[in-house]
Every structure is written in structure tokens, then in C-alpha cells.
């Protein structure tokens, strides 16, 4: 079975036996073996997956990960939740993901791409015939992306690729832009304050949560806390976030910045209005749950609250914006890009983002209204909303 609850979706509306079937598991998964001979001596390699939970709306969308700790199971799970965003987005795409089981920071950009190369040559098909769209996800950037374009020579077969390379302006930005529109909207509508007097604290300040940050800081919000890897910085005042994102290009840490450090723990157990996990999965569990005092959570990574954790959240009356919505920014933006590579459109960066902020707005306003229809927590309203538009697209595939 898959991961997002489909009997707990069928209290609320008619969820057909065969549309369960084929929504709780994944379409097609492969396990390759990747692997770069360095010398005479010496070869790197590595485990990688390849998940389409779902082809039947369009291509599967989905990032590649790097990291050593990925297995078949999470690279699923991601694929899954691929599948639910791009149909809450109304995007013409199924879900896919990729994982390949090895830490990237001690490789040099030329043995990185040199070992994709690997990973490209046994997905080539699939990317080439446009069954699968890759874009970054952790561990991999543009550069990545620009080498699974400079392999195929076909713009369309892959997203977030540098603007030098038929990129799209704003697609950086985006999925952090979704997060700042999407926590807007959460702090007006159930909150009911003005953004200047509400604080905001962020786990992980890569590519999401620093642009989650930085446009967050913008609408008016304080930032009052933000990690990484290597540590954490607290302002009650908030931060300056440009000048905070110059100090992280400059020394690739939110260390050193002004501010009273602070733990992964504590930032997570701050006294914010609104808590933005931007790292990994599973940070928010069942034995931390109880400890989160943020009013709102609104879920930048992909699956930060386990299940569990969502319970006692839901019990406590915390909301929880999910990762089907919050983050969606990334893939839709993706959309433009696709779209623009496949018919040689152009556009620019405000274009992007204002599209955007209208997409975001729409997706959050359905989902909204689900959640007053069916008097149910945030999570399960955007399920619904995009369990209705899978199961129209599986009658008119006549998959059911
Ligand atoms: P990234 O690699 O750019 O950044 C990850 C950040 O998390 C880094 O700052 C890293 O130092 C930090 N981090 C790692 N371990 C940490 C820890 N234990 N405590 C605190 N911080 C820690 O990755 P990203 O692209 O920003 O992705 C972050 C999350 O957002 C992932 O869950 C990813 O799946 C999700 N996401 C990304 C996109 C996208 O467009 N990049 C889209 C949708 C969802």
C-alpha cells in the first residue's frame, strides 16, 4: 500500500476499489547499480532508484536526490507525493522521483557529472521518449541538470537547468516563493494578523529555505531563526535576510551570522507563529510533537511531519499547510519550463513568480474550501482536492 491514508480519503468522498488499486502502489520501479572507474585503483559507486508511482496524467515529474541514505522506499514515497502535487497543481504530469545513494559533497563537479553520466545512460530511454522529466532535488543543482541536457540534446527531457541552457528565470526562486506565498495565506486567513507582527522560523537554508526566507522577509514576516547542517542562528528581532543570504554565499553557512546560536532541537520548539521545516523528512515526530509551539507548520521538505506526529499536531489544533501545496511551487514553475523548452516560448523572472503567486493562490483556495466542506485538517483537504482530479483523469484513461 501507498503512503497517503486512501481509506481515510474514502470517508469523504467515493473512492472506486480500482482507483485505490492503482493510486496505492507504484506504476514502475527500477534498481540500478552505478558505477565510475576513477584509476588503475580506485572507482566510486552506488545503489540508485528510479520510482513513476504514476504515468497516468503525463510524464512522471520528479527530482533526482543524492544522499547516501536513500533506499527504494523513500525514493517511492517521494515519487508518491509527486503524483498528488502536480494533480492539486492541475499540472499534465504523473510522479516520479529518483534517488542515488551516495553523498555528493566530496565529489568534485567533474566526477559528479561523470558518474551521472552513468545514471543517464541506463534512464536514457525513458528521458528521451519524455516518460520521465528529471529536475534537482537534495544533492543535485542546475549544473546537474545542464549535464543530463548536454547528454541528450533535448531541452524538454529535463527541468531546473541553468537559464545559459534554456532554464527558466524564477524557477530557482520558486518552490521557496510557493512556500512564502502559501505561509502568506495560512497567516491571513487563520491567523488573522498582519505579517509584521508574526515570526517565522526555518529549518535547513538551502536552495528552499533560503528563498523561502528571503520572500517571507519581504511580505513583512520576521525571520527570527534559521539552520543548517552545521548550526543554527536566533534574532527575536528577526534577521536581515539578504545580508544573511551574502554571508551564506560567502561561507556556505548560517554559522557566523549575528544572532544567539541554537540548536536543531530548539529552533524546531521555538515560540513562532509559523514553522517552516526546509531540510529533510521526518524531523517532526511522534516524540517531538508535543514539544512544537508554532501556530502553523508549513511543510517546505517533502514529508517533515510522519504521520504520528500529524495526529498529535491535529489534536492540538496546530495546522499544518502540507508538502502537496507548500512546495508545489517547484514543480509548477518546472511546468513553464517544460513547456517553453518543448515550444521555444520565453518569459521573465516577474512573469514567473506573478504566475506563480496566482497558481499558489488557486491550489490553496481549493484546498481551503475542501477543508470547510468536509470539516477536516489541511493535509487531508488537499488530498481530497487532488484525489478528485486523479480519479477523473483514471475514467477518462478508462483505467477504472
Ligand atoms: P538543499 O540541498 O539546497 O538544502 C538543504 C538544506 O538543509 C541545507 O541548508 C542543509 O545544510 C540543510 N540541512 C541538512 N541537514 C540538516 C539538519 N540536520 N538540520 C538543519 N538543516 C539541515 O535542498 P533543497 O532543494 O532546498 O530541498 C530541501 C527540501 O525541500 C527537501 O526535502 C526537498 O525534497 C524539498 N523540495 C525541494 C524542491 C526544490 O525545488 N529544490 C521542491 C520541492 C521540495
Not at 541538470?145 to 527541468?159: D, K, L, Q, R
Not at 486567513?189 to 509584521?196: D, T, V, Y
Not at 534574532?235 to 560567502?250: I, Q, S
Request: glycine share 10%; with cysteine; hydrophobic share 40%.
Amino acid at each position: 500500500m501507498g503512503f497517503v491514508d486512501l481509506e481515510n480519503l474514502a470517508k469523504y468522498i467515493e473512492f472506486p476499489d480500482a482507483a485505490m488499486e492503482v493510486l496505492g502502489q507504484p506504476q514502475r520501479q527500477t534498481i540500478m547499480s552505478l558505477r565510475l572507474k576513477l584509476s588503475e585503483t580506485e572507482s566510486i559507486s552506488a545503489k540508485a532508484y528510479v520510482v513513476y508511482h504514476s504515468l497516468l496524467r503525463g510524464p512522471a515529474k520528479g527530482g533526482i536526490r543524492m544522499a547516501p541514505d536513500v533506499t527504494l522506499e523513500h525514493t517511492a514515497h517521494l515519487a508518491e507525493l509527486m503524483t498528488w502535487k502536480t494533480a492539486l497543481m492541475k499540472l499534465p504530469f504523473g510522479g516520479g522521483k529518483s534517488g542515488i545513494a551516495i553523498d555528493p559533497q566530496p565529489l568534485t563537479h567533474f566526477i559528479k557529472a561523470s558518474f551521472l553520466r552513468d545514471w543517464i545512460m541506463q534512464t536514457r530511454l525513458d528521458l528521451e521518449k519524455g516518460i520521465y522529466v528529471p529536475a534537482p532535488d537534495m544533492g543535485t543543482g542546475p549544473s546537474d541538470m545542464a549535464v543530463i541536457f548536454g547528454e541528450t540534446h533535448i531541452p524538454e527531457c529535463v527541468t531546473g537547468k541553468p537559464i545559459g541552457v534554456g532554464g527558466l528565470p524564477g524557477r530557482l526562486e520558486a518552490t521557496g516563493r510557493g512556500v512564502a506565498t502559501t505561509s502568506r495565506l495560512a497567516a491571513e486567513q487563520i491567523l488573522q494578523r498582519p505579517l509584521n507582527e508574526l515570526t517565522v522560523a526555518i529549518q535547513g537554508f538551502g536552495n528552499v529555505g533560503s528563498f523561502a526566507a528571503l520572500f517571507c522577509h519581504e511580505m513583512g514576516f520576521k525571520v527570527v531563526a534559521v539552520n543548517d547542517i552545521r548550526g543554527g542562528i536566533h534574532n527575536p528581532e528577526g534577521f536581515d535576510v539578504p545580508r544573511l543570504m551574502r554571508h551564506v554565499a560567502e561561507t556556505r553557512s548560517v554559522v557566523g551570522f549575528p544572532g544567539d546560536s541554537i540548536s536543531g532541537e530548539e529552533l524546531l520548539h521555538l515560540p513562532v507563529d509559523v514553522l517552516i521545516p526546509a531540510a529533510m523528512g521526518d524531523v517532526i515526530h511522534q516524540k517531538n510533537a508535543n514539544q512544537i509551539q508554532a501556530k502553523i507548520i508549513v511543510e517546505a521538505a517533502n514529508g517533515p511531519v510522519t504521520q504520528e506526529a500529524d495526529a498529535i499536531l491535529n489534536d492540538r489544533g496546530v495546522q499544518t499547510v502540507p508538502d502537496i501545496l507548500a512546495n508545489a511551487g517547484g514543480v509548477s514553475a518546472s511546468y513553464v519550463e517544460w513547456h517553453h523548452s518543448k515550444s521555444g516560448g520565453m518569459t521573465t523572472k516577474q512573469q514567473v513568480l506573478d504566475n506563480l503567486d496566482a497558481l499558489m493562490t488557486d491550489a490553496w483556495n481549493r484546498t481551503r474550501a475542501a477543508q470547510e466542506r468536509c470539516k477536516c485538517d489541511l493535509r487531508t483537504a488537499a488530498q481530497l482536492v487532488s484525489a478528485e482530479e486523479l480519479i477523473s483523469s483514471l475514467r477518462d484513461r478508462n483505467w477504472i
